[in-house]
Structure formats: structure tokens, C-alpha cells
């Protein structure tokens, strides 16, 4: 391994050259080509010497090797193959190579406290990071960068027209920020749109989250209709849900904080001990 080096914009097209590859528009891989964008990346993961960090899509490995500048233990996956050469020249994190979207990264980790940074692909971005945030509870804080409009719809408040089913599980798994915006011209290659750092810092998810995650799913299938209506698939009579959780059954979908699914899970669990 060559001594590591947060890449510049002609370092990482050298470092491709140099291994006969480029950026697979399938795989949607924008390579992160400026330093000082990737060490604010970094920084924002708020790591300590020896904390355990994951990282899924290093690509060339620029913020592979800027987390492990401040100590960093880094546990890399990519699913791109080819890569494997460019990485084991620049880095010295753990290697494992997969689809992140699709194995159990539950698994993978293992035990204990770990910290995701990473500049997500923009094809499986949002899917990864709800999937971790429901189901890898290992994970404490999240540090990923996405597009623009992604990272709004994760951080999004009710009432606003980007508020949505990954606002909700946001919402109800941790507390979310956008960090930091980011311009394209500081991808190898540059994509059309911005992208954005969205900072998750988990919270203790109550018992009934993964049902109102399910009544929340199913609100939004309807997003325009009101409670009493999209809620008609998922309860005999949402009528009674609503009352029982205290929330207005004309309301919308979007205008519910995400708590307001958990009163309903909580109206369905009681209605259900009761009957």
C-alpha cells in the first residue's frame, strides 16, 4: 500500500487510469475528488482514535483514508469488484465487497457502536439509510451524503410538501440535520444535481416503531386522501383509530409528526387488547 493520500480531482482520475477503470454510470459512482470537501466530511462524523466506522461506497477511497487521518477503524464495502486493487493501494481499512443494499449489514458489523460515513450511491442511497436506521441498531450516528432533494425529504418537518414515509422513519429513529451542501463540481465525474451531509444521531426507538412505520406506510400510499380514508386499509375502522390516538381524522398524512403514528400504533395495540 502506497502512503495514503486524501485525493485530489487529477489524483483520483490518475489513480483510475492507473488501474485501466472509470466511474460506472449503473452503479451510479461519483467519486468524491476534493480534500477539503472530504475532510468537513470527516470532521462531521465527530470520530474518536479507535471508533469503529463503516463506511458503504469508498469507490477510490479519499474518505476511506481522511476518517482514518483522525483514528479511525474503518470496516469498507463496495460492490464494485474492480475496485478491490485501488483500495488494498490506499488504504488499510477492512475490505468487504457485497451489495450493501441487499446483505445483512446487521451481520456484518457484529456487536457494538459503530459510526456510517459514507458517500452513498445515488441509486440505493435512501434504501440504505432507512434499512439501517430500522434495522442495524449498531449504528449510532449516521454521516451520509446524498442528493440534494434526498437529503430533504430525510429531514423534512410535517406540513411540507417533501415530508414523507422517510421523514417518519427519520423522525422516529433520530434526530436529523443537513450538515453541509455540496456542489457537484467536486465529483469525478460531476452529476447533474447537488448533493447534501445529512447528520442522524439514533435515538432509542419505542417498542411499537416498526408498526407505525407499517400505519405510515400505508398513509402515504394515499397521501392525498385524509386519515379516514387512507387509513381504510390497514384498520376496519380508522374512525375509531383516530379518536382513540386524539388526532383528527380529516387530517392528511403529511400533516402528522411522526409521534402521531406511534398514538396510532398505540390505539391499535389497545383496541386489540381490548377486543
Do not use: C
Amino acid at each position: 500500500m502506497s502512503e495514503p493520500r486524501v485525493q485530489s480531482r487529477s489524483e483520483v482520475k490518475a489513480l483510475l487510469a492507473r488501474h485501466g477503470l472509470s466511474p460506472d454510470k449503473k452503479l451510479g459512482q461519483h467519486f468524491l475528488a476534493d480534500p477539503n470537501i472530504t475532510r468537513k466530511i470527516a470532521g462531521l462524523a465527530g470520530v474518536e482514535p479507535g471508533d469503529r466506522v463503516v463506511e458503504i461506497g469508498p469507490g477510490t477511497g479519499t474518505l476511506t483514508v481522511a476518517l482514518e487521518e483522525i483514528g479511525a477503524v474503518v470496516t469498507a464495502i463496495e460492490v464494485d469488484e474492480s475496485l478491490r486493487p485501488v483500495l488494498e493501494e490506499v488504504t488499510s481499512a477492512t475490505l468487504v465487497f457485497g451489495d450493501a443494499s441487499t446483505m445483512d449489514l446487521s451481520a456484518v458489523l457484529g456487536a457494538g457502536g459503530w459510526i456510517l460515513v459514507s458517500n452513498l450511491p445515488y441509486n440505493v442511497g435512501t434504501s440504505i439509510v432507512l434499512d439501517a436506521l430500522r434495522h442495524v441498531p449498531q449504528i449510532r450516528r449516521f454521516v451520509v451524503m446524498v442528493q440534494l432533494e434526498v437529503a430533504e425529504r430525510l429531514v423534512a418537518l410535517p406540513g411540507s410538501k417533501t415530508f414523507g414515509l422517510p421523514s417518519v422513519v427519520v423522525g422516529l429513529h433520530g434526530h436529523a440535520r443537513i450538515a453541509l451542501r455540496v456542489p457537484p463540481q467536486v465529483f469525478v465525474p460531476p452529476p447533474r444535481v447537488g448533493s447534501a451531509v445529512v447528520v442522524i444521531e439514533r435515538r432509542p426507538a419505542h417498542r411499537l416503531v416498526e408498526p407505525a412505520i407499517e400505519i405510515a406506510a400505508s398513509a402515504f400510499n394515499q397521501r392525498r386522501k385524509m386519515l379516514r380514508k387512507s387509513l381504510a386499509g390497514t384498520f376496519d375502522d380508522p374512525l375509531a383509530i383516530a379518536d382513540r390516538a386524539g388526532l383528527d381524522p380529516t387530517a392528511r398524512p403529511e400533516d402528522l409528526d411522526p409521534t402521531d403514528f406511534l398514538r396510532l400504533a398505540e390505539a391499535a395495540a389497545a383496541g386489540a387488547a381490548d377486543g
